[in-house]
């Protein structure tokens, strides 16, 4: 699977925005890219029926994508099979971070960014059941956090991931 740092737009932002931006980006490209992880995502996708090269590439976009004023996409899936992985945006970042602290802040953008990923890969094939993506989203998130040699996450952050 291939996994690459897309950054757009440059211009539009401030030096801490940008910096915030590239350091969140290169996060969640180690999450998603690391061998145990990686390994989980195939067992998933053999599991699923799933096949891997109906995915053509998996972007992790360095900038939220805003549907209105309120609300950023996790993720998206074209038709061509390129998955787009967005971050949260910066202000409510500094919010989650000043009220949780840095560890739990960044357990919390880790397991988002696992759960897009897992999200959008059951599209390829439940494609619009949103309710049945959403149920074995948690389901194998849930599972990946339970595996041996990962990481801890508390079920609060959990819940703050499919709450946000
Ligand atoms: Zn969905």
Redesign the pocket.
């Given at each position: 699977m291939n996994i690459s740092v897309r950054s757009e737009k440059l211009a539009r932002f401030s030096p801490t925005r940008l910096s915030f931006h590239a350091k969140y980006a290169s996060v969640v490209l180690k999450t998603l890219r690391k061998p145990v992880f990686q390994r989980f995502i195939c067992w998933m996708l053999i599991r699923e029926r799933i096949r891997e090269d109906a995915v053509s590439s998996v972007k992790v976009m360095a900038f939220p994508f805003r549907k209105d004023n309120e609300h950023v996409l996790a993720g998206r899936c074209s038709s061509k099979g390129e998955i787009h992985v967005y971050p949260k945006r910066l202000e409510f970042c500094r919010k989650l971070r000043q009220k949780c602290g840095r560890e739990k802040f960044l357990s919390y953008i880790k397991n988002r960014a696992r759960a897009t990923l897992i999200?959008e890969l059951l599209?390829m094939k439940y494609s619009d059941d949103?309710e049945k993506?959403r149920e074995l989203t948690k389901k194998y998130l849930k599972t990946f956090t339970r595996h041996p040699g990962t990481p801890n996450v508390e079920e609060e952050i959990l819940k703050m991931v499919f709450k946000h």
């Open positions: 999200h599209h949103e993506v």
